[in-house]
């Protein structure tokens, strides 16, 4: 399994984390027992506009 840029894998061992893995690849050595999520952890980022009277924002 390879971790690409921007996500992260969670291993799980029996629905405990046990580690968790940054960019590259992954090996899985107890197959049937692990279990590995990838999540996004990219910065989110949203502009938001104001409609104001004041010069003072």
Request: without cysteine; charged residues 20%; negative net charge.
């Given at each position: ?16 984390i ?23 952890v ?16």
């Amino acid at each position: 399994m390879q971790v690409d840029e921007g996500q992260a894998a969670i291993e799980l061992v029996q629905s405990q984390i046990v580690a968790v893995h940054g960019l590259g690849p992954i090996f899985r050595p107890f197959a049937p027992f692990t279990e590995i999520e990838l999540v996004n952890v990219r910065r989110q980022a949203r502009q938001i506009s104001q409609n104001v009277a004041s010069s003072d924002k």
